[in-house]
């Protein structure tokens, strides 16, 4: 087979970065380890910046997200018993929509297949060669033979642990990491939400997170050691461990179900520098790893392929190779932008096992900083918020 770009992922990454593509003529190829619905079976993010939701508008896939997304104008935190709302829209004049990250790839999926362009669904295997050269070549296993796919350009889009980034000589590349002692033990519930916004509670058990993905389905968060198996989760024990971290006023809206989803996700802080290897770039996952606390991980995503997109279509379209070079370093401030954003709010809210007094007042401080002064609150909703497109 051939084509322009060789896509590895059909996260919301490779997807978005293929309809894109898709949308400005330029042929494309996904190649996915799973299947559509192990994919879509993945409960991930629920946040989307505006500049996410104009990228899938460019890509023709954001009429579901209209339609059934929530848009929010706030969140609110929530330690020592009370609540402080970061008014987002009064802030910045901009918002942020609630539309959980599986409906992104479901409507990804769909717009795909209504372009008619190729996915590679099961692919075993798969491996990357030639990129350092002018005749990138991607080879995978499907239906017992090997198959070769001949192209200009490989994206990377196959989230931390993808082979796209492990095929790169290891003296090409420095990797920035920061490993947080704790993970993220999240359950799904098709419970009405226990507040009309997002409540990030600080407590002294630990980081408790009430989001959601509807009126009437919940999406809910407690921090955990990372030693915490999710088997030794019973839906009581989540349920009484998140209400013992909320204020009086949450915990008593809580309304408790059945757990449809429950999983660990660990936090880590993650860069790989650079981005661009010859003909091979990295997008998303594959390239740099957030906490969830700031909600940039997929919004992180679909800045890199919508500037990805633009530059490939500036190749092909203007044989204007300027923004291909510049990718990364121009992707790459966006990124530790939101790197520092997503430590501080993880900071801020977690409890550190080894934190002595003063961290311990510090990050106090830092909370009453926010009730006190617009500034503060300022700087938290226009990281939460992010750029336009
Ligand atoms: P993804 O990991 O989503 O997709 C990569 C794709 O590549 C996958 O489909 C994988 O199967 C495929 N792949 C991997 N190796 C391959 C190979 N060798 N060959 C072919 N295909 C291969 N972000 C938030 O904003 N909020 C959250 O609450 C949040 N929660 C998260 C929870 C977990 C457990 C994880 C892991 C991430 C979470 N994130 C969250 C971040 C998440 O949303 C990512 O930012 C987002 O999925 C990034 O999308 P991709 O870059 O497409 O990577
Ligand atoms: C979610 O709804 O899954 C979610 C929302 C906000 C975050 C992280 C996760 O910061």
């Not at 901009?94 to 999926?109: H, I």
């Amino acid at each position: 087979m051939r084509t322009q770009v060789a896509i590895i992922g059909a996260g919301p990454a490779g997807l978005l970065l293929g309809q894109l593509l898709g949308k400005a003529g330029i042929d494309n190829i996904i190649v996915e380890q799973r299947s559509p619905d192990y994919v879509l079976g993945r409960i991930r993010a629920g946040i989307l910046e505006c500049g996410t939701v104009q990228a899938l508008e460019r890509a023709g896939a954001a009429a579901r997200l209209h339609d059934e997304g929530l848009p929010h104008e706030g969140i609110e935190l929530s330690w020592h018993g009370r609540r402080h709302r970061i008014d987002l829209h009064a802030l910045t004049g901009r918002k942020v929509t609630v539309y959980g990250q599986t409906e992104v790839t479901r409507d990804l999926m769909a717009a795909r297949e209504a372009l008619g362009a190729r996915t590679i669904y099961e692919a075993d295997g798969v491996s990357l060669h030639g990129f350092d050269g002018e005749r990138p070549l991607v080879r995978y296993r499907k239906d017992g033979s090997t198959h070769e796919i001949a192209c200009d350009y490989i994206a990377g889009c196959d989230g931390f642990h993808g082979v796209s980034r492990q095929s790169v000589p290891p003296a090409s590349m420095r990797q920035f990491e920061r490993v947080y002692p704790f993970g993220w033990l999240g359950v799904l519930s098709d419970t009405p939400p226990l507040a009309d916004e997002l409540v990030y509670a600080s407590h002294e058990r630990g980081f408790a997170l009430c989001s959601m993905r509807s009126r009437t389905r919940s999406r809910y968060y407690v921090q955990v050691p990372s030693s915490e198996r999710v088997e030794d989760w019973s839906d009581e024990r989540f349920w009484n461990e998140l209400r013992s971290r909320l204020d009086p006023q949450a915990a008593a809206s809580l309304q408790t179900g059945p757990a449809l989803e429950k999983s660990i996700a660990p936090l880590r802080s993650f860069v790989c520098e650079p981005l661009r290897f010859g003909r091979l770039f990295l997008a998303g996952d594959a390239a740099h790893i957030v906490p969830p606390t700031g909600a940039k991980g997929l919004n992180l995503a679909a800045g890199d392929v919508a500037s990805l997109s633009d530059a490939l279509t500036a190749r092909y379209r203007d044989n204007d190779p300027a923004a291909l070079d510049t990718y990364s370093e121009t992707r790459l401030r966006r990124i530790w932008k939101a790197e520092r954003f997503s430590w501080w709010m993880t900071s801020l809210l977690h409890r550190f096992a080894d934190a002595d007094g003063f961290s311990s007042r510090i990050q106090q401080a830092e909370l009453e900083e926010l009730v006190g002064s617009e500034a503060a609150c300022r700087a938290l909703a226009e990281n939460y918020v992010g750029q336009p497109l």
